[in-house]
């Protein structure tokens, strides 16, 4: 099985390979079967993929190189999609953060403002003297 994170360049450069040997020994294989093989070799997390391409193509006249570019186009769209999804937990995770720090900030300038009121109350400030033009 191809491993998850392998891009499919790299998964049909490894299977290019193995089937080039094969046929080097005179095992016989068609290109419906290298399609199928390669479909089958694929990561589950392409299973939903594979089966679309299933059910649009006939396997048995798909090209091999057809396959592939239509793999790597889909490759290309899912990267994409994680990137911008990406992009956007970052933006709402920098703005929870922003919000938190501006929330916290109100906390604290209003206790601040609570506080000298609660001492205000507790510790009147002394009267003030002001004369009353009496000697």
Known sequence: MIPEEESIDNAFAKF????TSLKALNEGFSSKNCVRKFLRALHPKWSVKVTAIEESNNLTTLPLDELI???KVYEEVIK????TVK???EQSRSLTL??????SDEDSSS???EDEEYAMAVN???PSHHSSGRS
Not at 80 to 83: I, T
Not at 98 to 103: A, D, F, R, W
């Open 16 to 19: 290019n390979t193995i089937i």
């Open 124 to 126: 009147p400030p002394p």
């Open 98 to 103: 922003k919000v938190k720090k501006e929330v």
């Open 69 to 71: 570019r239509n793999l």
């Open 111 to 113: 206790s601040d403002s």
């Open 87 to 89: 992009g956007k937990k």
């Open 80 to 83: 994409k999609y994680f990137e």
